[in-house]
T-cell receptor, first 112, second 114 residues
Framework: GDSVTQMEGPVTLSEEAFLTINCTYT??????LFWYVQYPGEGLQLLLK?????DKGSNKGFEATYRKETTSFHLEKGSVQVSDSAVYFC???????????FGAGTTVTVRA | DVKVTQSSRYLVKRTGEKVFLECVQD?????MFWYRQDPGLGLRLIYFSYDVKMKEKGDIPEGYSVSREKKERFSLILESASTNQTSMYLC?????????????FGSGTRLTVV
């Protein structure tokens, strides 16, 4: 079945540091890939997505590129802020399934 | 602004009570989902529905049931609440034909069973 493996946390960074969270997947066909963010006490929000190979999703300074050859969708941000402290989830949906498969989530804490 | 609305942000219930968690979406989505989220366990799918009056068990349906009488509303029912059902509950919806849009989540309901 489909599955997502993402980097375990927690990750602690200083403000303006570079952030990368690794995500790899196993899926049949051509899945769509997502990153969701969950701020403390909130539900999940869609951060960015990519629907085909070599697509780059971007939002709020975050980027991720759909790499079919390495089955990866790593999340990056060049200069993090305290407000980026959150839990980040990588997810995918296959063309033949209603459901999203989620990674375990990575907790990121950014210190001033 | 499109949204998924969960009726309560915080809820405290007693052991043995019947508990209803309500979720409403205004996006005309076909699919709706209930997850619970616990520290160290990630998101676990309880039930989902891909159409009115249809339901499918997820990974952890025991102790729960659901109801979907109208397209916009998906209710999660704890038949007899227990302390191990203390958790954050998240509702989500998605389009049946535009799966590449992903899910839209509600803000969550933090349920405490005492």
């Amino acid at each position: 079945g489909d599955s997502v493996t993402q980097m375990e946390g927690p990750v602690t960074l200083s403000e303006e540091a570079f952030l990368t969270i690794n995500c790899t997947y196993t899926a049949t066909g051509y899945p769509s890939l997502f990153w969701y963010v969950q701020y403390p006490g909130e539900g999940l929000q869609l951060l960015l997505k990519a629907t085909k190979a070599d697509d780059k999703g971007s939002n709020k300074g975050f980027e991720a590129t759909y790499r079919k050859e390495t089955t990866s969708f790593h999340l990056e941000k060049g200069s993090v802020q305290v407000s980026d402290s959150a839990v980040y989830f990588c997810a995918l949906t296959s063309s033949n399934d209603y459901k999203l498969s989620f990674g375990a989530g990575t907790t990121v804490t950014v210190r001033a | 602004d499109v949204k998924v609305t969960q009726s309560s942000r915080y809820l405290v219930k007693r052991t043995g009570e019947k508990v209803f968690l309500e979720c409403v979406q205004d996006m005309d989505h076909e699919n709706m989902f209930w997850y619970r989220q616990d520290p160290g366990l990630g998101l676990r799918l309880i039930y989902f529905s891909y159409d009115v009056k249809m339901k499918e068990k997820g990974d952890i349906p025991e102790g729960y049931s659901v109801s979907r009488e109208k397209k916009e509303r998906f209710s999660l029912i704890l038949e007899s609440a227990s302390t191990n059902q203390t958790s954050m509950y998240l509702c989500a919806s998605s389009s049946g034909v535009r799966r590449h849009y992903g899910y839209t989540f509600g803000s969550g309901t933090r349920l405490t069973v005492v």
